[in-house]
């Protein structure tokens, strides 16, 4: 992996989508070579420490990122249902990538989508209902199980990150990866917790997040089964 020795700046942005004109952070570094929108986890926000050390990484390497709240403030403070409401969130994802292709500085960019925890079910429901604008899928302590319907329709490489103390996760990604017929692997971070805050443990997902989408993001890279 190459890395860049300046690291763009991150512009505020507002994504006028259907239901919600939601807040995000979009990245676009020079002569990028793909664009990786991130979906949070429940609980979480645009501003997640974990998903901005990941976006930085791919930043390095060369990729756009883009990070949205995935729910308005008023949603988000409704009740902890619409943060499991994966067929919401996974369509607010799907028009986030459509608003992506029609800027006029992202649309030639091949998309891929980083997810954590709910938000990995959102990233694979969404790259199975957009196959033609997703290229690739990273999930990082996902809950793929939770887009079980969706799995077998996906047609984006994705990688499935799970820490190794994390057991009920990891059986859950195990049986998530079971069912996906697209190209596929599961990682393991030897000695990683859900949230991977063990000494190199999110480098270790950041620099396999980035090698993932240097495969099969770049110029568009083809994702058949």
């Known amino acids: 992996m190459t890395a860049r020795s300046t690291r763009p700046r991150g512009r505020e942005v507002v994504l006028d989508l259907e239901a919600a004109a ?44 883009l990070l949205f709240d995935l729910l308005s403030e008023d949603e988000d403070a409704a009740g902890p249902e619409a943060r499991f409401d994966i067929p919401r969130l996974a369509a607010r994802l799907e028009q986030a990538v459509a608003w992506l292709a029609r800027r006029e500085d992202t649309a030639a960019l091949p998309v891929g989508l980083f997810g954590a925890s709910t938000g990995a079910a959102a990233a694979l429901w969404a790259a199975a209902a957009a196959p033609e604008r997703v290229a690739a899928v990273v999930s990082r302590g996902g809950r793929p199980d939770l887009a079980a319907d969706a799995l077998p329709r996906v047609r984006a490489p994705s990688l499935l990150i799970v820490g190794g103390r994390d057991p009920r996760v990891l059986e859950l990604n195990r049986q998530a990866l079971a069912l996906l017929r697209c190209r596929k692997a599961l990682e393991v971070v030897s000695g990683a917790t859900h949230l991977f805050e063990e000494p190199g443990a999110l480098d270790r997902v950041a620099a396999l997040a980035a090698d993932w989408f240097l495969r099969y993001l770049r110029a568009g890279a083809g994702g058949g089964g």
């Open 22 to 65: 939601l807040p995000g952070t979009l990245t676009v570094p020079p002569q990028a070579a793909g664009l990786v929108a991130f979906a949070h986890g429940s609980g979480s926000s645009r501003h997640s420490s974990r998903n901005r050390a990941v976006a930085a990484t791919l930043q390095a390497a060369g990729f756009g990122t």
